[in-house]
Each structure stands twice: as structure tokens, then as C-alpha cells.
């Protein structure tokens, strides 16, 4: 499977994987209200690009992780936090204490997760009042623009099924999608922040990137060979050996709802 693809290359994941925004982690921390007392569940943590600065808060965090290799650097990641705790299982079957979390998060990972329990899951382990905090991650326009522009040919080349003439959107064609989770009678009050960086790598350092995304693990050796030399020199020939890439991280937020009488309203998610 794709979603298992990372946990191949956790150390490399670990060392060009860009961390999130702080005004990102900063809206998280201020609309959950995290501190020392607080529950945190993070969900698919990776090596901890989210995880880090959050247990900073000094919250009890726990954070369920896919990938062995990925769950163990990211417990490296968090030596001198006592208080986090990194699981190896998978989302879609673990079973969370019931309503008992401050704050449930998942950060460029929510789309890996079961779209037919995700949105239910995640509100039945958060405690009434508790928030839900999912990062989207989009690659935009922005940057070297004309870069990624000039190497779609090498795309429609080298992997299949690449659509011809794609180009990147700009930040304000780009829409996350909601309605799952106002669809979901667990959650209500949902929100989209948008917040976008830019991250200028090298050729080698811009390669290592693409080494970590599953559509360029998941390539046969000669055509991903046949991918990245073709862009390498692309990149030393015309961008004198740098690339800007813009990235888009919208922050959906939505509260778990209380019943009537204020206590937790249950739900059957098999």
C-alpha cells in the first residue's frame, strides 16, 4: 500500500520533510487552550513534524503511528518529553479511550485514513468541547513556479498516468474540503485557516524531497531514475541549482459536540 511507503526512508522523511508554520502550531496550541493538563492525540505523526513543537506545550500527548521506523525516530525526536508517548498501530482499528481527548490532530495525513469512519473515529475520542485540528498540505503556485511548470514533460515522460499540461493553482483556487466534517453530527463550529511558506532547496536537497512522497517511491527503478536525472538537470541548467516551492497548509478545526443534557453524544462507528 501507498501509505506505507514512508516508513522505507523515516530517516530521510526526518531530515527534508519541512516542519509546519509557527503561526500553524501557534493557532492549534491558542484554539485547543494546550497545556501541562492537557490530552493530545496526534494521529500519523510521521517522525514528528507536529509532534515536537506540540508536546513542547508540555501536554500529555500520544501519538499513533503507522510505520515502526517512522514511530522510532520520532521517539528520538521526543527524548527529553516524557509526557509523549509514540504507538506503533494503525488508526483505522486502534481503540482510543472514549471521549477523553483534549485536542485529536493528524497533519498531511487525514487522507490516508478510512474516509468512511475517519471523521466519526476522531470525534469519539475527543472529550465534548474537545477539538478536532487537521493540516492539509497542498503544493501551489508561488516560488520557482515556472520550474514545476517546466517539468511536467518529464512527468508525462517517466510516470504514468501523469495528465498532460498540468500546471500548479494558485493559493486561492485551492479549496479544502469540509463537508465530512459538517456532515458529522459529532462536530460542529468548523473552520479553515489557510497559511502558506515558501522552502528553497537545492537540486540534491530538492531530489531527497521527492524521495520522500509515495507516487515517486512507488516508481519503477528506471523510471524514477529516468524522473530524477531528468530533473536534476533541469534544475543545474536553468534555475542555477535552486528551486522555491511554495507550500499551502489549511487548518481545519471543528469542535465535538455536547448532547442536550452537556454530556458526550455517542456514536457507533463499528
Known amino acids: ?134 493540516v492539509v498540505t497542498d503544493h501551489v503556485a508561488g516560488g520557482t513556479t515556472q520550474f514545476f511548470h517546466d517539468s511536467q514533460v518529464h512527468y508525462e515522460r517517466w510516470v504514468p498516468g501523469t495528465p498532460p499540461g498540468l500546471l500548479l493553482k494558485d493559493a486561492s483556487e485551492v479549496t479544502a474540503g469540509i463537508g465530512e466534517f459538517e456532515r458529522e453530527p459529532g462536530y460542529e463550529d468548523v473552520t479553515v485557516t489557510r497559511f502558506t511558506q515558501d522552502v528553497t532547496y537545492s537540486t540534491d536537497r530538492y531530489l531527497e524531497v521527492l524521495l520522500t512522497y509515495s507516487n515517486h517511491l512507488a516508481l519503477d527503478e528506471p523510471s524514477r531514475t529516468g524522473l530524477l536525472g531528468a530533473l536534476r538537470e533541469l534544475i543545474d541548467t536553468r534555475y542555477g541549482g535552486t528551486v522555491t516551492k511554495r507550500y499551502l497548509h489549511e487548518l481545519l478545526t471543528a469542535r465535538r459536540t455536547l448532547d442536550r443534557t452537556g454530556a458526550h453524544a455517542p456514536r457507533d462507528f463499528g
Open 1 to 134: 500500500m501507498l501509505r506505507e511507503t514512508f516508513d522505507a526512508v523515516a530517516e530521510r522523511y526526518d531530515r527534508v520533510r519541512p516542519r509546519y508554520p509557527s503561526a500553524l502550531v501557534d493557532a492549534i496550541v491558542t484554539a485547543a487552550g494546550l497545556g501541562p493538563d492537557s490530552r493530545v492525540l496526534e494521529i500519523a505523526p510521521g517522525t514528528g513534524q507536529l509532534t515536537v513543537p506540540l508536546a513542547a506545550t508540555g501536554c500529555r500527548l500520544t501519538a499513533v503511528e503507522l510505520g515502526a521506523s517512522l514511530a522510532a525516530v520520532a521517539r528520538r525526536n521526543l527524548a527529553d518529553r516524557p509526557r509523549a508517548e509514540v504507538v506503533v498501530a494503525d488508526f483505522d482499528v486502534w481503540e482510543p479511550p472514549a471521549a477523553s481527548f483534549d485536542l485529536v490532530t493528524c497533519a498531511t495525513a487525514f487522507h490516508w485514513l478510512d474516509p468512511a469512519t475517519r471523521a466519526a473515529r476522531t470525534a469519539a475520542a475527543l472529550r465534548p468541547g474537545g477539538l478536532l485540528a487537521v
